[in-house]
DNA sequence: CTTCCACGGGAACACTGGGGTG
DNA sequence: CACCCCAGTGTTCCCGTGGAAG
């Protein structure tokens, strides 16, 4: 009986223990604003400098704020637009600062939609013409005197499909009486202004903000800042950080990064029920990382992409070459789709479709020329195999593949 | 210099999901 | 209700082009 006690006591102690390393976990999240932004004050007050006019009832100069991924750009933005709405109630100044995310919102539409409700118009998801939109949208604005500043995560998604979105916000001043607008663009591309308008180009790039990637050391900082709130007392080996600071640091400075494999860390280790958080979970975690986010991306892919997807990694399991071309990849791809009665697209369709699994960090695909054998891309897995093909299968629609056959030779590819 | 193959830009088209109007 | 208008998206069609092997 003594034995079965004490295998109580353990569960118990299992538990207990399981619940000794977090305090509390969503500070590590990046959807988090912390009070403080280490190794960002310069930054911080480049901005709240442009932006402190608004508190005198003027017009800011537009910002464009450039950085990679992960150096803080919309932590800045977001937190010095929090205090700055701040000062304007004290004051009382009406300043409104809108956050939008182009990546969701993209087209000139939904913007000008997306800011007519902030200022509580109604306009439907869709079917107005674009020009009743702004004028909403301008007379929502213009009720009231007060400065907007509409922060633009992501701008250079916008740029592609809807530059006269920024040609018109940018000139909306023009047509307001009361109100005031300004704009924050954020974008992780330096170059994306080549592809603009040159008036938008002028207007939105009065004052340039450039953030610098974090090194390791500023990584370890921010990391100790937050995991003073987020881990409960020396639960962290003292490897773990600056572990963690170094390879984010490797992905050129990316702060993200960090915290996610932080978390992560803690969570493997959390889950193993241990007491400490070592460097072997940390490694766990860059690897969980990786292999989660190719799951996630392949597991959301519309089916014609997984298809092209499962005939390059098919012919790369076939293993004679490394690396295959759109022919031969195109060829399998058109197989598959008699196979499980699905629509046949062309290969003009086929070769986008292998490029934005290229920009996914899926595949890797380089144009290169065979000289009197033509232009071709070679494209080649930059992921692993098993994983992505596991979650490839998971799609009901691919099951009939499972026992696909990739031809292994060029004779057999003709045949078709 | 020619030749070859697919790349990739651009126009055109079809279709969708919504709105307003008579 | 039927009908047309609109933005947005995914696709096909057409075609000029790159660049090393032959």
């Given at each position: ?19 000794q390393i977090f305090e509390?976990r969503?500070v590590l ?191 370890r900082?921010?990391l100790m800042q937050r995991a003073e709130m987020a881990f409960k007392k020396s639960v962290l080996e003292e490897m773990v950080i600056p572990l963690c600071a ?12 960090a915290l996610?494999l932080l978390r992560v860390s803690g969570e493997i280790a959390e889950?193993?029920?241990a007491s400490v958080v070592g460097e072997r979970h940390v490694?766990?975690a ?131």
């Open positions: 009986m003594t034995g079965t006690e004490s295998f109580q006591v353990g569960i118990f102690e299992n538990l207990m223990s399981s619940q509390n969503e999240r990046h959807t988090y604003t912390p009070d403080y932004l280490p190794h960002r004050s310069e930054q911080i007050n480049s901005l709240a400098t442009v932006l402190v006019s608004a508190l005198r009832g003027d017009t800011p100069s537009n910002v464009l704020i450039y950085g990679k991924t992960g150096t803080g750009k919309t932590a800045v933005a977001k937190y010095v637009g929090k205090e700055l709405e701040k000062s304007g109630d004290l004051r009382g100044v009406q300043c409104k600062v809108i956050y939008i995310n182009c990546e969701v919102i993209d087209t000139q539409y939904r913007l000008l939609a997306h800011i007519a409700r902030h200022f509580d118009k109604d306009v439907p998801m869709t079917g107005w013409p674009t020009d009743q939109v702004y004028s909403e949208f301008r007379d929502s604005l213009d009720r009231e005197k007060r400065v907007a500043i509409v922060v633009l995560d992501e701008i250079d998604k916008l740029v592609r499909k809807g530059d006269d979105a920024l040609y018109n916000l940018s000139r909306v001043n023009t047509d307001l009486k009361k109100a005031r607008l300004s704009l924050i663009g954020i974008s992780n591309d330096l170059k994306f202004t080549e592809f603009l308008d040159p008036r938008v180009k002028s207007s939105l790039g009065e004052e340039e903000l450039v953030f610098p990637p974090y090194d390791a050391n500023q990584i900082d921010i170094a390879f984010a640091a490797q992905e050129h400075g990316d702060a993200r990064r996610d889950r193993a029920k490694r766990q860059q690897e969980k990382i990786e292999i989660d986010r190719v799951v996630e991306v392949v597991r959301t892919l519309p089916t014609q992409s997984k298809l092209v997807l499962l005939s390059v990694l098919l012919l790369n399991n076939g293993a004679d070459t490394e690396s295959l071309t759109t022919g031969e990849a195109y060829h399998v791809y058109r197989q598959m789709c008699r196979e499980i009665g699905a629509e046949v697209l062309t290969q003009r369709r086929i070769t986008d479709l292998i490029s934005e699994l290229d920009m996914l960090g899926i595949l890797n695909a380089v144009v290169v020329s065979k000289g009197r054998y033509g232009r071709t891309k070679e494209i080649s897995m930059s992921v692993p195999l098993e994983s992505t093909k596991s979650a490839l299968f998971e799609d009901y629609r691919l099951k009939p593949l499972v026992d696909f056959r990739a031809p292994q030779t060029a004779m057999q590819m003709k045949l078709y």
